[in-house]
């Protein structure tokens, strides 16, 4: 286990209390691979995703969608385990570095969420494509 797993016991203490939750109780959740520093996605968490993302070591996030927790790989398997857990300076987005196990963490079947760049006024795919999402998943995530 890694440092982050010290703080636990204390899981209800007031480290939570320090977030700046918006106005719909969430907060802005970045996940970046923890070895090379790549930004993969960015999703939203409550308080209660926040707290078992801890617990549970593994990225679980809020689908604003479903309004239910969403956890990271449970239908595709690509699970992001946390390394390490940061709060940026206002308070207001979490930072989750992560192994991202299977190589792909966008449901598009691509490595990271952020595959399309500006170009020439237009956004281009330049990111290719690892695993068909029909092969991934039987609903998707």
């Known amino acids: 286990m890694n440092d982050i797993t010290s703080g636990i016991p ?4 007031s480290w939570l209390d320090e977030v700046k ?16 520093g790549e930004v993969l996605m960015l ?5 209660e995703a926040l707290m078992l993302t801890l617990k549970e070591q593994r990225a679980i996030y809020w689908s604003r969608s479903r ?17 390490d857990l940061r709060l940026d300076c206002d308070a207001d987005a979490v930072l989750l570095k992560v192994e991202q196990l299977g190589s792909i963490a966008c449901h598009t079947g691509r490595r990271s969420c952020f595959y399309k760049r500006l170009q ?12 068909s999402p029909e092969t991934i998943y039987s609903k998707g995530e």
């Open 10 to 13: 204390s899981i209800e203490s």
């Open 43 to 47: 999703a939203w968490m409550n308080r």
């Open 67 to 83: 309004k239910a927790l969403w956890r990271k790989g449970e239908s595709s398997g690509h699970v992001q385990q946390l390394h």
């Open 120 to 131: 020439d006024g237009q956004w281009q795919s330049v990111e290719p494509v690892l695993k």
């Open 21 to 36: 939750w918006n106005s719909d109780g969430l907060v802005a959740a970045i996940a970046q691979d923890y070895q090379t």
